[in-house]
């Protein structure tokens, strides 16, 4: 099975064959591969270099490395297959999701609004902070699921846009 | 050791474990409190006794004033401490302790009145000789009184709350277009967060440093100041780093703040621990900002650099005990540097974040001392404050202090949410902080990095596989929760 | 920050990540070594680099002389730390390091090898003007030799291994029956700790207490005392609390101490840190012991007191540097006391124990250090040294110590294998021990404790409670140990 | 169901009803109880008084509980009958277990011995220390297991007493 990996801004490609071995963009590695958490933390050593990996958080995939913060991905080929046809379909939609549970203490736009990058688009108060959130992209609000008052779960979907040139 | 014998602790988190050490260390029982969202916190289990106050919501439990003196006098306590935030420095809430015949372990509330409210505080400070920055000496009436102000003082001003303090209620106003904006959000945030929406304005001082030092006061007349700490590392007015010496600070500048700080607490008839906060100019002018009526968060660093056991001086001059040292007894040795830990997303610009602690690791070691209530298997409630946990350490000089505190982050690991760390990793590495030149803009100036963290040769290739490997593992089980455990006891007696 | 740049750590556990944090701050990569038990160890994860030198066995790994020489050049190492044990006082392997071409840090091997002759440091100590226990200057021919010398200088005697150290291979004799069955054990544990079986006698000093003198010298002349432990609590040699400064010392007797040992270090021509022994009498009559030519298991203490950092010290003074201070210089503030947690059980009697580490919480806050290299999950392996942790408080005074030293063990959890905690916490409140008051023959005569610990009400419901609950859960499993992901991975991907 | 429990020197008898009532000597207790480790650490509050209890070892059952280990069991009424005959059966009968696994260095009894009280039986090298195990009580060895050399597990048999007058 082979799997498209990113690794902070790098792009490998990881393959495991049947054997149980494993080759990084068709290098086979011969790693000594501890897992010292289940499904949490590894430790690998490589020629000699020791690693301790954590994953600090699974989505986004987050991993710290030796003590660096890196984020990653990996994607299997079939995985990669399905979702392209997804992908084009969806160009230009975006999700504005909220990042944490909180309230929405303003809501900015309604439905039908162009607004601009980086343009606030509602309030979310969280931990006794208020917390605008904006838009990635120059975009239209085609639907808006914001209230204000309302209590939101992380990662909630309050906003979806499309993009606009 | 002291003539209190047992203290309710009105507080949550890491500083009421903090304080329940202390009770610890001096012989006093110590009393939690704790709301439904922090059943199984590691401050109730560490007390002697703990009391359900109350829904997860702020207001109706670590804020509920009667709640917290009735379990007090249920309890049998002889005092309360407030910790930091929440009720610590609510006048009304020090009143209330001492109507109910209670020690209040801070200073008494006509203190707290007097110095929380900002603009008196401005008119006290500059009674007591000391430079303020320009801006109005009252609460502004409106936004129109707000424009004639700030036209006057002339931009960038700083919207403040006038009840407030912490960085809540806060707005840089660069230009008069941005002023009704920015009123509007900061006198919102001001009600949130002290019951009233009255601001005040200051001129902006540009490439200033948040130098703060700390007090403490006896019943007695004795008022010591202890040293400094530069506060300058902050995002949305919220300290990130803390550090003593400041870079910046040499003796003379020392003894000067020092001498303010007692000035301003002698006038104020201050007692108890406090911390007078100043902005230092780049060519060295210091102007009062507020004083801050309570035990501060970062009082760890001062007590790596004295010695001394802050809360525990604290319930001694509470309990009528003279300070055990005068101004010249303080001994200050080497360096200390706290970093906080916070639930927020650093890369993706402290956004505040939430979830459950799935491996912990602290570190340890020569000159690391750690602060925290954390555990695995830990949910972080998203009501309260977003602290972590505290890391700080100390060395025999700011260079030792750094090298240790790199070490101390580069064994660290909190898993499960997103952390302030990789801000802490990239910050002791950044020349400017290592030079020690910084001011309050550095987080803005310096954050998010350029480029991100890179991995080189076979630390990348790890990184690959383990990512293949995470991605087909189950987010794994963590046991924790109220258990049920007497139901399934009994379903499966049933069974047998 | 020293000449040095990459160092080999040949040692395991909590000293080989102390080492490695000290690398750290000094700006040095840390070379890592594991045998196969150690494969998931902290040290391994912690180091820069790490190889496995052979399996569980001591003899086959830790002890493996030319494997551990090979790491360190094949790694491109320009040093080699030793820690405690294992071969850090191996004269033959300090002479391989140095013929390698590397810094072994410690004392070169003509010093180890004068000092490690226990009867040889014996003459030098008389020579340098220090006393001796009344004894054999060398070591004993045989069975019929030892019935002599202990018939003159007369029972009680004590056997101890001529190559020995660290309390192997000594025995107590109270009377001449038990001589032969003492003989045959104390020569076994000594030929398998130190490789050969002599043995030398020395007359018991009963009520005397164990204090040790830290030096440190470097290549230029200077030798420094930094201070005394009292290590007097200790089960069968084996050290169990230390601390400083010792209750029974005051200053007179600390510098005549310090003094001797200085005398001492320079007539053996001593570089690097190191420890000279004594025993100190009722009467305050000072005896020379041995000197242990490496780093000490409660080097901490010390540290805590000084406020400097043993092993940074050591770096400098192998890489040439001279000692950063004089005597004069060495600031000592506090008292400071290490608590050992070991794998033994001390309610059983201090047998050792083996298990998997199943929940850990190690104590912070206030004056609190903790040295070690757990994790939850990892197996504790039998093949080595039990010690599992080192508690270490610091306060103003020993009661301070004393105090926030009981509030670290109360706040201490290490589940799944039976350890010492309980005699710390049982000792801490013993009246003996509080005031001072005890010498080598305190655990003896204070452990165990005549009455089990006691609960009192609620705590004795709630405890019921649970131990019902206890009995029906089944053992929670410990995600731990070599994973064999690859092959899952493998055997998932033919199933899809 | 109804557990006989022992923990310290204190004997309670605990009766979980089916309603999920908890009742110590007959008594009922309104406990809050909170499992905080699944199967390793509770905490348990009464009376406002608030318990932190975490299993330390569970053969022999040691508890924690707010930093006091104590020894403790729990067995319930039905393996307490069951148990009882094979009590009455092997009453005055000893085994000898390795307390860890370890390196037996010496055996000092042969089969049919009579031994006193605290006699080492054999001597058991683990950690680098050498372990004197001993005589519960006097008793004749009725059978030996252990066997110079021999490298035994934690927990196995390495001799069988009866206890004599």
Known sequence: MRYEVRVADHALGVEIDTGGRALVDGEAVAAQLDEIVRGRQWQVVLEGRTHEITLLTREPMRLLVDGREVDASAVDERALAASRGTRQHASGRHELRAPMPGLLRAVHVKEGDIVERDAPLCTLEAMKMENELRAPVRARVVRLDARVGMKVEGGAVLAVLSEVE | ?496
Chains 1, 4 share one sequence.
């Open chain 2, 1 to 496: 050791m002291t003539a209190l014998r047992k203290v309710l602790i009105a507080n949550r988190g890491e500083i009421a474990v903090r304080i329940i050490r202390t009770c610890r260390d001096l012989g006093m029982a110590a009393v939690a409190v704790y709301s439904e969202a922090d059943r199984d916190a590691l401050h109730v289990r560490l007390a002697d006794e703990a009391y359900l106050i109350g829904p997860a919501a702020p207001r109706e439990s670590y804020l509920a004033i009667d709640k917290l003196v009735a379990v007090a006098q249920r309890s049998g306590c002889d005092a309360v401490h407030p910790g930091y935030g929440f009720l610590a420095e609510n006048a009304d809430f020090a009143s209330a302790v001492k109507a109910a015949g209670l020690c209040f372990v801070g200073p008494p509330a006509g203190v707290q009145r007097l110095l929380g409210e900002k603009t008196r505080a401005r008119r006290l400070a500059a009674e007591a000789g000391v430079a303020v920055v320009e801006g109005t000496s009252e609460a502004l009436r409106d936004l129109a009184a707000a424009r004639t102000a700030a036209t006057r003082v002339g931009y960038p001003v700083m919207l403040k709350a006038a009840a407030g303090g912490g960085g809540k209620g806060m707005r840089v106003v660069r230009t008069a277009a941005e002023l009704e904006a920015s009123w509007r959000v900061a006198s919102g945030e001001a009600a949130g967060a002290f019951g009233t929406p009255d601001l005040f304005l200051e001129r902006l001082v540009d490439g200033a440093r948040h130098i703060e030092m700390q007090l403490i006061a006896d019943d007695h007349g004795n008022v010591v100041w202890l040293g400094e700490r530069d506060c300058s590392v902050q995002r949305r007015h919220q300290k990130l780093i803390e550090e003593s010496p400041g870079p910046s600070v040499d003796a003379a500048l020392r003894a000067r703040i020092g001498d303010a700080a007692v000035r301003i607490a002698r006038r104020a008839g201050y007692r108890n621990a406090g911390t007078v906060e100043f902005l230092v100019g780049e060519r060295g002018e210091v102007f009062f900002l507020e004083v801050n009526t309570r035990l501060q968060v970062e009082h760890p660093v001062t007590e790596l650099v004295t010695g001394l056991d802050l809360v525990a001086l604290q319930f001694r001059v509470a309990a009528g005990e003279r300070l055990p040292f005068t101004q010249d007894d303080v001994i200050r040795r080497g360096a200390a540097i706290e970093l906080r830990v916070t639930a927020e997303d650093a890369p993706g610009g402290f956004v505040p974040a939430s979830g459950t602690i799935a491996l912990l690791r602290l570190p340890s070691g020569p000159g690391v001392r750690v602060e925290h209530a954390l555990f695995e298997g830990m949910r972080v409630p998203t009501e309260y404050d977003p602290l972590l946990a505290k890391i700080v350490v100390w060395g025999e000089d700011r260079a030792t202090a750094l090298a240790r505190a790199r070490r101390a982050v580069r064994e660290t690991i909190v898993a499960g949410l997103p952390t302030s760390l990789a801000f802490h990793a990239h910050t002791l590495d950044d020349p400017d902080f290592v030079a020690g030149r910084y001011d309050t803009g550095f987080v803005a100036a310096h954050w998010p990095p350029a480029s991100p963290a890179e991995l080189e040769g076979t630390a990348l290739t790890a990184a690959a596989l383990v990512a293949v490997l995470a991605t087909r593992v189950r987010a794994s089980h963590v046991a924790n929760g109220v258990a049920t455990a007497w139901q399934r006891t009994a379903r499966e007696d049933a069974l047998r």
